[in-house]
DNA sequence: CTCCTAAGTGAACAGCCGTAGCGCTAAGAC
DNA sequence: GTCTTAGCGCTACGGCTGTTCACTTAGGAG
């Protein structure tokens, strides 16, 4: 049945030129333990391997260690999350709407990949190493939030500090919200749309969210 | 010379009503490493006996296990952090000048005890067990909001509400630093008066901080 | 058919961990 | 001086880890 399920058991070898699908294999692995873990010291290449139903040694034929792997997972994570946060963007609608639909794409994203969300920003691989994929995050957000001020949706302003500000506070609502799942706090959209008006400067009510309360 | 310093070899015993020392000892080598980790998991109950200079099993005298440890030691850092908190906010000046100087306050010890802030807000510990003793972190910080408000020197509003972002966007901004700490960011101190003015909507220049530039 | 080589295994090394059980030593009561 | 006991150390068990080396198996070329 269920073919995709933990620990699966039976698991044929690859044929001829596809050894790059036990590769995939590993890497989807890893990144569901991590995203299971939130820790990338807590998981282990003998647990991935025990997983994927392979020997611990064979992971070595694609990784060259154990930090490889992580980050190889990692590398692919944020390609993929980027990649949706840029489609969430290209939805119709002016910028404000855009920049809102992206940060929403984000809070839902890390809602769904909390461990992975707390991997890629706490790890203590980040002090080890640099992870430059990682970049292109901040990058998208700052030209997202230029635009809303070029087409006059926000006031005319540094759009790097207005970034650097809206980035830190919808992380550290982000981050509290994964790191203590017990707190009942109050939707993210709303502390979202709060970040937007006051820290960008936008005016929502005629911009981009659904005229009031759902649409339709 | 240093007795203070790393593998301290030379130990004696402590005198007959005294185990209490060795207690209070362990705790602090629990928190130097922690701190020095920035990850409970990370940290093992033989490295910290090393570290003081005693056999493993001499810390179950006074823990029952390596999470008894970990949990003791943190509380007893929340406690000193809400202590040195408090004291921040006792400073004399307005409500609004309170409120800065707590989380300036908190900024500089983050930056100090960076490792300490990742295992109380972001350690896994979170998850398992519920760690009671925080609470008055966020309790404390709403208080002040809304002293600000009493006192007219923000507008009036939901304090809760307010402080939910406040504190978000602050423990975002001081996240980032301490995450990513190659990352060349402005000084949080101005980042800090922007989230007061932004999100309390207090007006800084003729409440507390000191007038224009640096004092004197 | 044979043979090569991609794909993957098994066993082992050296090291770490938490913790249970038992033994020792010296400070203080008497 | 004796005896109790607080304060601590030693040894060991079972389990985990990353990594290496030699090995096997099977699919396709010739």
New interface residues.
Partial sequence: MDTTSSTTPARGRNPRGQGERLRRDIIGTTLRMLND???D??LSLRAVAREVGIAATSVYIHFPDRDALVIAALEQCTHDLVRGLDQAESAPGDPVARLRARLLFLGAWVRDHGGLY?VL??S?L??RT?LAFKEELAARTTAAVQRCMDAGLAPADDAA?VT??L???????V??RV????LA??PLEE?VD??LI??VGVRLGESGRPSLGKRA
């Fill in positions: 873990l939130g820790d010291e807590a707390k920003h706490e203590t980040n002090q640099h500090t650097l500000d980035r830190a506070a919808v992380h550290g609502a981050s509290i790191n203590e799942p017990a706090l109050p502390q709060r970040f006051k820290l």
